[in-house]
């Protein structure tokens, strides 16, 4: 027995698939990783020459998921560069817009997307019922509140169901599950829990993907915002629109906190012991870069976090408000000291990417896409693999300050926590009180999971603050919601950048305007900062080092890998095979995709 | 006539060539046709999970994109929800995967519309560009008369529009979108 190739591979070559070539010794615990995505984009170069404030509505076109953070990326990028503040109203507006996709985003992530990872499907149809119902109260009462299901009876229908599914061969997606792997760690009745909630965030994404629409407008493609406010004068006027809006988020919220919550706290608690596992961390391993001492616990990875911050909670500008989301790094684990984010230290490297590059990494503004590819390697099993010493993905490796840093809903809690950020910390410490954990629990797979929902859960707070906000300021009088430029004198010249947060992670836009039209742009996006390869000397990503030290159960179901791919909210689509050194194929897997990039 | 609910979606990344077919087809339907109460027609772009909706609040729901069938370009498949599921997890868009996985979520629940794919084989869909190829273009009125037929089988005969707009115009209006002039 020797060391054996996992690879998770893409289903075709095509969009966005990703790759992730893992090595795994003779104890089954990967000993290194690649991740290598397949796409070619260059998307930006269909941007070059147009007019900047059209930029917003084909930069959207960009991907399906964070759709409506790139078009106001773009649009802000914009106002940045032409040096507009927009009303206090567009301001308001938009934290509502892009907050309510954080809440649809998350919600469906966790359930649809990421909830099987943890919850075995088929062993639910051996739960109790009324077991069940208890097991609900007890976890809901640890966060505090009632259980959002709580009839045994409601429980019993659920079960019916999946054990007609089962029966009838019908489970669908479930079809494709490990189910029975020993790392599943659940009870059936736990098990019965994840799969009604499951059901119920089917139908509360349904009423969140409405409040998106509220001020959107037309749905389902975002179209209210444009480059010195927004356009829906109309809705803020109407306090029914208003009171629509609210009642959404009551009901989104209230499923946050009795659902969501209690089952981050069911399966923190559950998988525990693995998250807090310090030998099975990128840091305890020999790499370059890795500290050899335990930080965090399976799935945790390379340790350095970064927020570009987003959510103004003021009317100063872009940089200089109060945020939400404060911005920072937190690197090598070290939690004691908070570095600020400088925007010209922001590269990207093509070492180890298909493109030709300068010979040195490039700052976004003079960024090129010049495609290299160099293939991948046939060996003599017949299976190609990375050439993984040369270039070996078609992202790119940004880095800051030289260093691969992970992005998204971990990166925001930890930055805005080392900050002393009051409200970050409340939120966390109350986490982390109620689930009995330590902090460090966090530096892993489950530890970015119950980030998300922590992320969630301040979110469905602070939202209804802004609308009473929105409101009390509309009733004052107030009903700006347009700054006015003079676009032939602002636009001969000049530069601007939108960093901010999408729900995945830090997405900038930068560009370059002059004579009124767009004269580069580029796009560095949350999946590049996370699924980027290697840095020119060696430095492992984000997705890489969170994989390495993982110990997998069974070889021919790497569920282990999927799971802490997944804790990220890749915008990837891929599937897995498993090959053994001698190539032959044992098991195919599909992984969700969720977005383009 | 019935009163079913219908949506008509179209899917695909405009930005990448022919990629972006079924959004110009319901584009295409929609100016050119008259849309009765019943049908929303919706150009969903890649917007996959937030259509989600979609699929739960429509008894019928046609979703019209490039597939990924080997085949002669301009050849149009006809599936439906069940048949796209049982088929091997090869999909050659992250789109088009999405849109299975979304088939396969919803499918556990019981407000689940029923569905009905449609898709064309394309010429391109790796080149970053607006437009569609010669090729696919000249296949363009053969998908849309798929999809009237398929309408026809749920019930509803579209009427056309005294003013036609043609593929062309629609493709130029997607690939130059413009911000409303704000005053």
């Not at chain 1, 901010?500 to 949350?526: D, F």
């Not at chain 1, 996370?530 to 997998?552: D, F, H, K, L, S």
């Not at chain 2, 149009?76 to 090869?90: D, L, Q, R, Y």
Request: proline residues 4%; charged residues 25%; negative net charge.
């Amino acid at each position: 027995m020797g060391k054996k190739h996992i690879i998770v591979d893409p289903i075709t070559r095509i969009e966005g698939h990703l790759r992730i070539e893992a090595v795994i010794d003779e104890n089954n615990k990967i000993v290194d990783a690649w991740s290598s995505s397949t796409m070619f984009r260059g998307i930006e170069t269909i941007l070059k020459g147009r007019d900047p404030r059209d930029c917003g509505l084909m930069a959207m076109r960009i991907c399906g998921v964070c759709t409506g953070t790139h078009y106001q990326r773009s649009i802000e990028a914009v106002e940045d560069a032409f040096k507009i503040t927009i009303p206090k109203n567009a301001r308001i507006v938009r934290n509502l817009i892009q907050g309510s996709l954080y809440l649809h985003d998350h919600l469906v992530h966790f359930y649809h997307l990421h909830a099987l990872d943890f919850v075995d499907v088929v062993a639910a149809t051996k739960a109790d019922p009324e077991k069940t119902a208890e097991e609900a109260a007890k976890w809901a009462h640890v966060a505090g509140v009632e259980p959002y299901i709580g009839g045994a009876g409601d429980f019993k229908m659920i079960q019916d169901r999946i054990i007609k599914f089962v029966k009838e061969g019908r489970l669908g997606i479930f079809g494709n599950g490990y189910w029975g792997n020993p790392h599943y760690k659940l009870t059936p009745e736990q098990n019965l829990i994840g799969v009604a909630h499951y059901l119920k965030a089917l139908d509360i994404q349904r009423e969140l993907s409405k409040m998106h629409a509220i001020f959107g407008g037309k749905s389902p493609h975002p179209q209210s915002i444009v480059v010195g406010g927004v356009t829906c004068v109309q809705d803020i006027k109407n306090p029914a629109r208003i009171a629509l809006f609210k009642e959404l988020l009551t009901l989104g919220r209230d499923f946050v906190k009795r659902a969501y919550l209690p089952d981050i706290y069911m399966a923190g608690t559950m998988y525990a012991d693995e998250a807090t596992d310090g030998n099975a961390t990128f840091h305890a391993s020999s790499h370059k870069g890795a500290m050899g001492k335990a930080v965090g616990g399976t799935g945790g990875g390379i340790l350095s976090f970064m927020s570009y911050g987003d959510f103004r909670l003021d009317d100063t500008g872009f940089y200089k408000s109060d945020l939400l989301f404060p911005s920072g790094l937190v690197l090598d684990g070290d939690i004691s000291t908070v570095h600020e984010v400088d925007p010209n230290k922001i590269s990207e490297d093509v070492t180890h990417s298909w493109y030709k590059g300068t010979g040195a990494p490039e700052h976004p503004y003079d960024g090129t896409t010049i495609p290299e590819y160099t293939g991948l390697e046939k060996k003599e099993d017949g299976y190609a693999y990375l050439k993984t010493d040369e270039k070996y993905s078609w992202i790119k490796s940004p880095l800051y300050n030289g260093k691969k840093v992970e992005v998204g809903p971990l990166a925001r809690m930890v930055v805005g926590y080392v900050k002393g950020d009051k409200r970050i910390k409340k939120y966390v410490d109350n986490f982390l009180t109620r689930a009995n954990l330590p902090i460090t629990v966090l530096f892993s797979t489950v530890g970015r999971t119950a980030a998300r929902a922590i992320e969630t859960e301040l979110m469905s707070d602070v939202m209804m603050e802004w609308v009473d906000e929105l409101a009390a300021n509309a009733a004052s009088g107030d009903l700006s919601t347009w700054t006015e430029f003079d676009f032939d004198k602002v636009s001969v010249d000049t530069k601007g950048m939108g960093l901010a947060e999408a729900p995945r992670g830090s997405l900038g836009h930068w560009v370059k305007i002059k004579n009124g039209k767009v004269e580069n742009y580029q796009a560095v996006v949350p999946s590049t900062w996370n699924a980027g390869p290697r840095g020119p000397n060696g430095e492992v990503g984000a997705y890489e080092g969170a994989v390495i030290g993982t110990v997998v159960a069974d070889p021919e179901q790497p569920l282990e890998i999927i799971r802490t791919v997944h804790s990220f909210d890749p915008c990837i689509a891929c599937a897995v095979h498993v090959v053994d050194t001698k190539g032959k194929e044992l098991a195919t897997y599909k992984v969700d995709p969720t977005c383009a990039f | 006539m019935n009163d079913k609910k219908i949506a008509l979606i179209g899917i695909g990344n405009i930005m990448f060539h022919d990629e972006g077919l079924g959004a110009y087809l319901v584009k295409y339907i929609e100016e050119n046709f008259e849309i009765p109460p019943q049908l929303s027609v919706v150009e969903g772009g890649t917007l996959g999970f937030k259509l989600m909706t979609y699929y739960q609040e429509y008894d019928k729901i046609i979703v019209v994109g490039t597939g990924s069938h080997d085949g002669k370009v301009g050849e149009i498949h006809s599936e439906s929800a069940e048949e796209v599921m049982a088929k091997s997890p090869i999909r050659k868009t992250a789109n088009e995967v999405e849109i299975t996985m979304m088939i396969e979520i919803c499918s556990f629940h019981e407000d689940m519309g029923e569905v009905q794919l449609i898709t064309m084989v394309p010429e391109d869909i790796i080149e970053v560009k607006n437009g569609l190829t010669d090729r696919t273009l000249e296949y363009m009125p053969n998908l849309v008369d798929v999809v009237l037929n398929e309408l026809k089988r749920c019930g509803l005969t579209l009427r056309p529009k005294a003013k036609q707009v043609s593929f062309e115009e629609i493709i130029g209006v997607y690939a130059n979108p413009k911000a409303p002039v704000m005053a």
